[in-house]
């Protein structure tokens, strides 16, 4: 997606810990990909919400999924190169692959 990014995780440690050192891994491979320096790259806030079971984890990963189907990237969610559609589709029997 062009604006955001999704990412199903299961934290082993405080949730914030982890998004600052995801936020701040990214940022600093993307501003080094495109030649910034001292630019912020994500905006402060986050949406995170836990998931409380399986059907609830598969309702979020098909919202996932078809994020870029919504946003008129692709016309199925296989197409979108960064997504986990082509692995949960082999293993729909499974809630989740992640």
């Known amino acids: 997606m062009a604006n955001h990014v999704h990412v199903p995780i299961k934290p082993i440690q405080p949730l914030r810990k982890v ?3 995801i ?3 990214s940022a600093r491979e993307a501003n080094l990909m495109f030649g910034r320096a001292g630019e912020h790259f994500w905006q402060v ?3 995170d ?5 399986s059907d609830e984890c598969t309702r979020i990963a098909d919202y996932i999924e078809y994020n870029p189907v919504k ?4 016309e199925s969610p296989e ?9 949960r589709r082999g293993a ?4 989740c692959a992640y």
Do not use: F
Request: hydrophobic share 40%; aromatic share 16%.
């Open 19 to 21: 998004t600052q050192w």
């Open 23 to 25: 936020k701040g891994a």
């Open 45 to 47: 806030e986050s949406y």
């Open 49 to 53: 919400h836990w998931e409380r079971g």
């Open 71 to 74: 946003a008129g990237l692709v």
């Open 79 to 87: 197409q979108w190169p960064w997504s986990s559609a082509q692995l």
């Open 92 to 95: 729909r029997a499974k809630a």
